[in-house]
C-alpha cells in the first residue's frame, strides 16, 4: 500500500508540474508590454488628426488610411514587446507619432535588431514603403534604454 500512496504522490507531483509549466508558457499578455503604463485603442478614421493626443498610432493604409473613413487604426501608449496581441502588429502602412516622445518600432518581434525606425516627438510617415517597414512593425518602445541605435 505504501508504494501506491508514493507512486499516486509522484503522479499528482508530475501533474501539478506539467499544469504550471504549460501556465507558465501561456505568458499572459502583460508579458508583452514593457514596463510602465502601457495601453492601446483600435478604432477607424483617417488621417494623422484621427490618432488621439499622446498616443503614438499605426494606420492600416498608407497615406494615413486617405480616402478611406473606415480605414483601421491602431492607437498607442507605452511600450509593447509584441503588437500583435492588439491586432495591429505587421498590419501598419503609415505611422503618427503624436507624443511628445521618441518612439522606436521594430520590424520583427521583441525588439529585434534587424530593422528599427526611430520616430521623433509628432513626427509622420505616410508610407512605410520608403523604409521597407510596410506590414513590417511588430514591437514598438518608449523606453529610451531601447531606442533604434545607429
Aim: proline share 7%; hydrophobic share 35%; with cysteine.
Amino acid at each position: 500500500m505504501g508504494n501506491t500512496r508514493r507512486m499516486l504522490a509522484a503522479t499528482a507531483a508530475s501533474a501539478f508540474l506539467a499544469l504550471g509549466t504549460f501556465a507558465a508558457s501561456a505568458a499572459p499578455a502583460a508579458a508583452d508590454v514593457g514596463p510602465g503604463p502601457s495601453s492601446f485603442e483600435k478604432k477607424t478614421g483617417q488621417g494623422p488628426e484621427a490618432c488621439p493626443e499622446d498616443r503614438y498610432c499605426l494606420y492600416d493604409l498608407p497615406n494615413f488610411n486617405k480616402g478611406v473613413p473606415t480605414g483601421e487604426i491602431w492607437a498607442y501608449s507605452g511600450t509593447y514587446k509584441n503588437l500583435h496581441i492588439t491586432g495591429g502588429g505587421d498590419r501598419a502602412d503609415s505611422v503618427y507619432n503624436n507624443t511628445d516622445d521618441t518612439i522606436s518600432v521594430y520590424r520583427d518581434w521583441l525588439y529585434s535588431t534587424t530593422q528599427c525606425l526611430l520616430l521623433p516627438p509628432y513626427s509622420v510617415h505616410a508610407d512605410l514603403n520608403v523604409h521597407d517597414m510596410v506590414n513590417a512593425i511588430s514591437s514598438a518602445s518608449t523606453l529610451p534604454a531601447l531606442q533604434c541605435r545607429s
